[in-house]
Each structure stands twice: as C-alpha cells, then as structure tokens.
C-alpha cells in the first residue's frame, strides 16, 4: 500500500510518503506540511494505481517541446504540403508559447483562454484555418503524452474552437469555360482539362503519356506533383488511390497534340520532366485570363485553378450524374463527402427532380378523370 512518515526540517516538521508503482519501483514523494495532506496523496495514488491511471511524477514534468519534437518527428508520413503546415504551426506559434510548459501543469481554462486570445490576435482575427490548425498541433501532442502515460488526461480535448465557415464557390457556365481558354493562349488545354474532368493541379501536371488511354477516353490518375519553392515533390493522390477518370471527346484532339513527340513516361503538361508549375495568385497567366474574361463577362467570378474543380463538378451534377460518379470522378473517399462539399448544388438538382417527377405523374393520369386535381 504505502507509507507516511514524518521528519524535521529547518522549517519544522514535513512527512514523506513511500508506495510502489505499477512496475513495483519503489517511490517517494517529500515535503507534505500537514499529515491530512500526504494521507490524501498516498490515498490518490494506491486508487489511480489499481484503476491503471496512476502518472509518475517525474514524467509530467516534462516539457510540450520534448513531447513535441519527438511527435513532430513522427509526422513524416505526411505529404509535404500537410507536414510544413504543421511544422510551422508548431515553430510559429505552439512551440513559442507552450514549449516550456511542463505538461502536468498545463490546465484546460489556460488553454481555451489562450486560444480566444490567439483567435482575436489584437483586432485582426486569425483565420479559422490557422486557429485550428494551430489547436490540432497541441492537442495532438497532449494526446501522445496521454497515451505515454505522460497525462491522465488532454487537457485540449473539449476547448471551443471557432467555426469554420464555408467560402461561397466560384463555378463556371460551360460558356464561360471558353472564355477563360479562350484567353490561355497555349494552356487551355489544360484548362479544358482541370474544368471537365475535376483533376487537382498536381494530379494534372503529374499525367504522363502512357496513363491516357486515347481509344477509351480514359485517365488513370496516379500521381500527385506538389510544388513547393523550388521543390517537387511528387508522391500518391490525395486519397492514397489511383483512379480511372473519363475525358469528354472534345479534348481527344487536344490531348493528342499535347503528346506528340513524348515517350510515354513523359508528362503530359510541362517539358520532359520538368513539371508545369502553378500560376501564382494576382499574377501569371491565369491571373490575367480572368482578368481578362471579367473584362468581357460582368458576371465572371475571380477564381483559382482549383475552383476548377469545382466548376467540373457543377458541369457533371447538372449533366445528370450521380453523386457516385461525381465521387469517383474526383476521388473523394467517400459519396458523402461529395455530398457534403456540393451541397449546394444537390440541392438545385432537388427541384429538378421534383420537377421531373412531376411531369411523369401527369403523363400517367392523361385520360383518367380520377388522376385529375381540382
């Protein structure tokens, strides 16, 4: 069970407690001023034990930033765009201000007061983006040191974060496709191909010759181009999974002449080897052709590449397609994922439906005077 003893110090009596650890260990624990008080601890202590809870002492004592570097570490397995979003999230701002803190004393009230601090950043908030991307770096690393037996508990876990808000999409009309091709000269064949097929940018600029499949019309996506600096990083989909995709016929003709003279390891887009980069934001030849085409459309949104792939899945759910195909087309894990991100426009294909149901009730009941409504 344990021991209570008591000893004199310059400072008058303490008591000591003694107990032995789950493996055993004999430890102690010094200083307690009032008997009741090391009589509450031993009691805590032989009762955490015998639940599996109990924490040695001497590990809460270490800090977010060893349990952090060690959990940052073990994030390798991330695409490289995902893993310098955290690693600067930890650098920035987790590691700055909670990397001295000894996990043991971190409480639940500091944290969510923090992070409203954080979120309000002086009047000019911080994106939901960034907050929770920050939140899930220091929950997550509490997390480790729970299931080291670091923590009995994450303090994280239950803190209020701010929503994330929904960014109203841009989708293209199909005449507003041309448009925008019309005004990118020498990639509008890759244009055409981000906005009726759904491909991601790296997904795009990763197809090789030999993965189109002219006769079938068919795309086997199978890797994935992150540009990132100077670097390129080319690894899997976003999904781990390669995927079939249809292409229109109109963009045979095109995709044929984009592979001319290429061996069949080649990319599709770009020279040889060297893969196409992304047109920055507020400039670049994309930047300009929407410029442009706002020019000659009013109702022309500004856009980005991968608003693209948006604008293929408004094309493909009001052609008629189902949320299956739609979710194979752009390689989401789940139907219900495509359901959730394109809420807006099942929605519209709800009246349509309605609509059409309508139509073939009343094709049915023609003749019959009891079909009819007064």
């Known amino acids: 069970m344990g021991s209570i003893t008591a000893y004199e110090t310059g400072d008058g009596k303490r008591y000591r407690v003694r107990y032995r650890d789950p493996d055993h260990k004999s430890r102690e624990k010094n ?28 590990t809460a004592k270490m800090t977010v930033r060893e349990v952090g570097d060690e959990w940052l570490a073990n994030q390798s397995h991330l695409k490289p765009s995902s893993y310098r979003a955290i690693e600067t999230a930890w650098r920035v701002h987790i590691a700055p201000a909670w990397g001295h803190r000894r996990l043991g004393e971190i409480r639940h009230s500091e944290i969510q007061t923090w992070f409203t601090t954080f979120t309000a950043n002086e009047g000019k908030p ?8 920050a939140f899930g770096v220091l929950a997550g690393i509490l997390d480790v040191a729970v299931l080291d037996r670091r923590l009995t508990s994450n303090p994280a876990r239950g803190v209020k974060m701010p929503r994330k808000g929904k960014k ?6 199909p005449r ?6 019309k005004h990118c000269g020498e990639n509008a064949t890759l244009v055409y191909l981000l906005s009726y097929t759904g491909l991601r ?3 795009a600029v990763g197809l090789r010759v030999g993965t189109l499949d002219m006769l079938r ?16 990083f080319v690894g899997t989909t976003k999904s781990h999974e390669n995927r079939s995709v249809p292409f229109p016929k109109f963009l045979s003709e095109p995709l044929a002449r984009q592979c001319e003279g290429k061996t069949r390891t080649q990319l ?17 030849w994309f930047h300009r052709a929407v410029i442009a085409a706002q020019a000659e459309d009013r109702d022309f949104p500004y856009l980005t590449p991968h608003d693209l792939r948006h604008t293929a899945a408004s094309i493909a759910i009001h052609s008629g397609a189902n949320v299956k195909a739609v979710q194979r087309m752009l390689g989401h894990a789940s139907a219900a994922m495509t359901l959730d991100t394109y ?4 929605e519209d294909d709800l009246n349509d439906v309605s609509d059409r149901m309508d139509a073939v009730r009343a094709e049915s009941v023609v003749g019959f005077s009891w079909g009819k409504t007064s």
């Open 217 to 232: 019309r068919r795309m086997q996506v199978e890797e994935n181009a992150v540009i990132m600096g100077k670097d390129v």
């Open 343 to 346: 809420a807006d426009l099942f």
């Open 176 to 181: 507003q496709v041309e448009l925008l091709a």
């Open 126 to 133: 911080r994106s939901a983006t960034v907050v929770m991307r």
């Open 168 to 173: 109203k999409r841009a989708y293209l009309k």
């Open 268 to 284: 599709v887009f770009g020279k040889g080897e060297i893969h196409q980069r992304r047109p920055g934001s507020g400039k670049g």
């Open 31 to 58: 200083g307690f001023i009032r008997k009741r008080d090391a009589e509450d601890y031993l009691a805590e202590t032989v009762v955490a034990t015998n639940r599996g809870d109990y924490i040695d002492p001497r």
């Open 201 to 203: 940018w790296g997904e």
